[in-house]
Nanobody
């Protein structure tokens, strides 16, 4: 079992930055992949970025490529999402998720554990 707790959300003006953190407890991350998803009001949950602890290139949604960076600290069991040049359309609840699959997947059905979410609001 894995417990995930996100933090770092908040209100920011367009063009600003935020860094989200996802702290995990329970099992180690050695064989997991991690993902960030987001869900805006009235919209489906969508993949934002993912990383595998076993290595490989992180995966990003086209809408955030070049602006967001996912990284992780295995020793701290924590994954981060650095969000730069934020836009109003980035406003959503952001969720951290863990998958027992080593390869990053963009589908939410591939993830076994989810955090409670953290709100990110970008004002214009």
């Amino acid at each position: 079992q894995v417990q995930l707790v996100e933090s770092g959300g908040g209100l920011v003006q367009a063009g600003g930055s935020l860094r989200l953190s996802c702290a995990a407890s329970g099992r180690t991350f050695g064989s997991y992949s991690m993902g960030w998803f987001r869900q805006a009001p009235g919209k489906e949950r969508e993949f934002v970025a993912g990383i595998s602890w076993s290595g490989g290139t992180p995966k990003y949604a086209d809408s955030v490529l070049g602006r967001f960076t996912i990284s992780g600290d295995n020793a701290k069991n924590t994954v981060y999402l650095q969000m730069n040049t934020l836009k109003p359309e980035d406003t959503a609840v952001y969720y951290c998720a863990a998958s027992v699959l080593r390869i990053v997947r963009a589908s939410s059905t591939a993830y076994d554990y989810w955090g409670q979410g953290t709100q990110v609001t970008v004002s214009s």
